[in-house]
């Protein structure tokens, strides 16, 4: 069984930066891919980064390019997200999640359905 918990969100200026953390149990973690996933209330869950099962690939929605970096530590079982020159758009849930594959192929990075597992999400609140 997998279980995620992500923590690091909180309040921000726009501007300012944020590093997200998700906590993975399980022996297995290191031979997924893991995404972020973002939800503002209202609005439906989107992609945001995602990273292959040994961090050599990476993959980001447009709007967090040269803005955000995805990183992992296979051995503390943690992905991160850096989030940095926060806009006041970017506020969301944050969530983390396995995907079901080492190495997503390019049309499956954003699918929801595509990932098997899910934390709790940890909210980001960015202010002008």
């Known amino acids: 069984q997998v279980q995620l918990v992500e923590s690091g969100g909180g309040l921000v200026q726009a501007g300012g930066s944020l590093r997200l953390s998700c906590a993975a149990s399980g022996r297995t973690f290191s031979d997924f891919a893991m995404g972020w996933f973002r939800q503002a209330p209202g609005k439906e869950r989107e992609f945001v980064a995602g990273?292959?099962?040994?961090?050599?690939?990476?993959y980001y929605v447009d709007s967090v390019k040269g803005r955000f970096t995805i990183s992992r530590d296979n051995a503390k079982n943690t992905v991160y997200l850096q989030m940095n020159s926060l806009k006041f758009e970017d506020t969301a849930v944050f969530y983390c999640a396995v995907h079901k594959r080492h190495i997503p192929t390019y049309g499956t990075w954003e699918r929801q359905d595509e990932y098997d597992y899910w934390g709790q999400g940890t909210q980001v609140t960015v202010s002008s």
């Open positions: 990273i292959s099962w040994s961090g050599g690939t990476t």
